[in-house]
């Protein structure tokens, strides 16, 4: 079972930015693709962004695409997402995840999920 702990979430004003990070520990094993995910309150569990184990293949949700940057770096098993021009809408317990591929996260199969870390963005 792979752990993931994520952290950089916090409070910031409308059109700032943040950066989440994602350390994967346990068995981790190579191939696999990470991602983020986001809940609202009062909401479901959304895709933002996954990245596959090369970094060639990325994808994000619409509602992000041009505002935020996955990445990540595979010897030290760390995935982040810079996330610029932030809104309100963006408000949510943002999660890391684990998957085989990363259409399969988009999908939702994922392998582990992170404890999450909440991004809060209010004036």
């Known amino acids: 079972q792979v752990q993931l702990v994520e952290s950089g979430g916090g409070l910031v004003q409308p059109g700032g930015s943040l950066r989440l990070s994602c350390a994967a520990s346990?068995?981790?094993?190579?191939?696999?693709?990470m991602g983020w995910s986001r809940q609202a309150p009062g909401k479901e569990r959304e895709f933002v962004a996954a990245i596959s184990w090369s970094g060639n293949t990325i994808y994000y949700a619409d509602s992000v695409k041009g505002r935020f940057t996955i990445s990540r770096d595979n010897a030290n098993n760390t995935v982040w997402l810079q996330m610029n021009s932030l809104k309100p809408e963006d408000t949510a317990v943002y999660y890391c995840a684990v998957g085989l591929t990363v259409l399969t996260i988009r999908a939702g199969g994922v392998q582990s999920w992170g404890q999450g870390t909440q991004v809060t963005v209010s004036s």
């Open positions: 346990g068995r981790t094993s190579s191939g696999v693709a």
